[in-house]
């Protein structure tokens, strides 16, 4: 069935998240937390080396690349590679959303304040649907993966045969928005499984999956109208932060730089977050207008007046 | 100009002289040369070579057909009979010794995990050598002076019929055949790019009483004798053309080609370049030895490039014509390679180099400028100063690295002459000394090219370590006295072949002081340079006395240690400036000869830092960090690190929790 776009759907989904803000500053505080302990280690370790050093001012008077090359480049090295601590304290935050998403959907879907106990409990009763979800998506992402590797090789060509350097990567970057907008759309579709899973109780995924493509089929164009648009906010939001960031802050102020960054990662999160409150929204919109039909569809009238769906729902 | 610059520095050129004539000599007056009385045909150079050279480039198959005459003077002060000559172009091979020393440890930009690709097979095929009348082809011998790869074919010897004496000439006619590779190793073809390098049969060099004649390796450049040049390259009428030589005429053939004559004279490399797409710009800079002609073949889409490569040539010209001595040829060339033939970018030739850019450049990222100083620098050490790359590759990549650092520190700012973004900046010389604190013990800056652990020990040691071994001989002499040092060893040592230690001496000469003790440690040796504050702090003199509440510490006399320890194995002089909370400050001058010094000082006012070589001078200090100590902690730059390093691993996070 085809649900007509709904604009009021863009505006409380980020009503919904305001009003049970309580999550994202739960999401905001633990990837703070988690990114704070993984790079500890490596802070501490280069505090030894410049809280007492004349050296570190090159540091704190503007940002100078060389000071902090040779500050890794010492055998004793004040700094190690972060990849690995950074990799696992991401890992575990990974894990942490997969497990809290089925509670945050369920908060969304119902839009009731939920218990702890309640909120935990659908994180549980969902974690190993939405475990399932995330190897059927790892599946999905590799035709995308091998589409990659096609439009680099496609890349190296051009790149050989053109005189102009433009154009191997201007199509390069054409092909990674089709990428992008590619993954776009298989997380769209995966996250409203997960809503379907939620809202129906639904315990065997590739059916939520397949519901989920149906309803992504007959109404592409408003629930990704509906993505980008978050998408795009969030995008311009960091950009801009970044510029602030980069451009405009002075180098001294580390407190105004750590509120920045804070903010951006912030917005960034709420976004996602609102991506996942409006689709919420939309499927109880969805469910509400399936309900309206079924309530007139066993009409044995010879001529049953169709409701137009937006009618219903209004 | 400075004073320096003004003093005369006589200096003497050999030149060749036919038969047993003594060989005429150049006289050097105030930076200029000017030809003696005996040397009437006002050569810069002794030209002891002299090739003519016929090319026809054929564009279908990447091949070049050519003849080469080369009359060769015996300067040798003995008959010689045997000759060896370089066949670079066998190089691109798979069991070439090039592509052996590849696969160890990689190079230029081609990673020793890489496999081996047809299209970079090159050869370079001699169909006649004849001397005298007599066709020798069939004695020629591949050697291989450094290896004994017998696979590899780079350099051949012959030996003729009859010695040459010395004075005497003798004259080869050789007619060879060049496949060149798809651009590799600084040479080769890009679709319908051409870049000419090392593509003729070049004779060796008798260099300190014996032939020199290295095989082409990953890690060395080039060797040759000073000369002229005659050449005339045959190829598609469409082909823009760049070469090492001024234009004598241009002939359009009924085939389609045409024919381009060159002459140059006192180079000792001839490398020319070909592409119909090339736009040519053009702009000129005159200095003490004249005008100057910039020529500049820029590819398709590197436009935006080009008023930045003039800018920083002239701005270069500019630099070394202060404080170097003049550029005495009419031309420079730069050439731009297109996309995709970036092997071929960054490379210097006798009055040609090659630059590199990118379609999106930022202003802030001096790359092109950048390249321009350095391969243009490259014409007075290796150009001009032509030394032997094989084995003393610090001459000339390690000197020019430091001539790089003074002259782009001059022109856009010592931090900010590589980048200039307001959130980043870095500058040449700093990283030149991140190059040397990587590997900074692995290898002295004498070692042979090709015999270095590493090609980035190479790399590393060669540019970066000799450039900050400069820099900090500044600290020593002084930047004036080092200055003027290059100034005279240019004077002294243009058109020859001088030696490391013609080099050493000079800077000994003209700062009047004994260097050795640094020499032997910086340049011969592999020692590291690292001091650090071992312990400073301040204690109570009358310590095991109770502290009398409510009374003012300032009015208690404290003692004040600072030990200054010499972490690494080279010892080198430095200042130790010690600063109290009442604003007094000692300064102490250590030699350094023993592992560890401690000053102690008696005064009212506590410490407030100590710090050694505060100007920063040293920079062949490996770590500044642990040079200092200060009573005060100050968290702002770990804070400011932490920061991003939060940022970024919260954004690690969100990338993997975007799959949930």
Redesign the interface.
Known sequence: MRLAPRPKTFASGAALVWRWQRILWWIFII??A???W??KG??ER??W?????????R??N?????S????A??PDT?IEQ?GPA??H???I???F??FA?GGILATYVFDAKPTATAFFEACGHHFWR?FRL?IY??LALIPVAIFTVICRVMRNRI???S????S??FFFIGALLIILLLIMVL?LWFDMAQVIAVAEDETRMHRALRHSASLLAHNFGSLFWLYLRISLLAWIVVGLGMYL???RLS??S?TA??LL??LM?VF??AA?LWQRASEALWYRQYQAASVTELAYTPTPSPQPAPIPYSTAMN | MRTYLTICTAGALLLFARGTAPPPQLQVVNGQSTPSPSQPNGALSTRVVAYTIDAKLNTTNHSIDATETLVYRNLTGQPQQTFPFHLYLNAFQPQSTLMTEVRLHGARGVGSDSGWDEKHRASITINKLEVEGVDLAGKMQFIQPDDHNTNDHTVFQVTLPQPVAPGASVEFHITFHDELPEVLYRTGYK??FYMIGQWFPKVGVWWKNAWNCHQFHADSEFFADFGTFDVNLTLPQNEIVGAAGDLISTVNNPDGTKSMKFHSADIHDFSWTASP?FTVVEDSWTGSAGPVKIHVLM????MSSASRYIQAQKGTLAWYDKWIGPYPYPRITIVDP???AGNAGGMEYPTLFTAST???MPREFLVPEDVVNHEFGHQYWYGMVATNEFEDAWLDEGINSYMEAKSMDALYGP?TSM?N???????IS??L??EY??LPDTDPLTRFSWKYISDNAYGGVTYGKTGTVLLTLEKIIGEDTMLAAMHEYFLRYRFKHPTSEDFLKTIEDVSHRDLRWYFDQAVYGTNVLDYDIWDAHSDRLNWWEKEIRGKNPNEELHRTYVTVHRKGDFIFPVDVVVKFEDGSVATEYWDGSDRWIRYIYDRKAKLA?A?ID?LNQVRLD??????????Q???????????I????????????????
């Open positions: 990837n703070l988690l990114a704070y993984a790079t490596m802070a280069a505090d080396a410049l809280s007492h050093s004349v050296a570190s001012g540091l704190v503007g940002f100078d690349l060389f902090l090359a040779e500050l480049g010492q004040p972060p950074v990799f304290y991401s890992f935050f990974a894990i959303m997969l998403t939405f995330v998506l790892m790149d050989a045969v005189n102009s350097p433009r191997a990567d997380r960031w980069m451009f180098p001294l580390t730089a750590f960054t804070q990662l960034w999160i996602r | 679709r319908d797409d590819s398709p889409g590197h297109p996309h995709g990118a379609w999106f931090k980048v973004f307001p959130f980043a900046t870095l500058g700093d990283l000394r991140l604190i990587s830092s710090e505060p490996r770590n500044s960090f642990n040079n200092s100590f200060v009573v902690e100050d968290n702002r730059a770990i804070h400011k690190l932490h920061n390093w939060i940022f970024g691993s919260e954004w690690v996070s969100q990338l993997l929790a975007w799959l949930s």
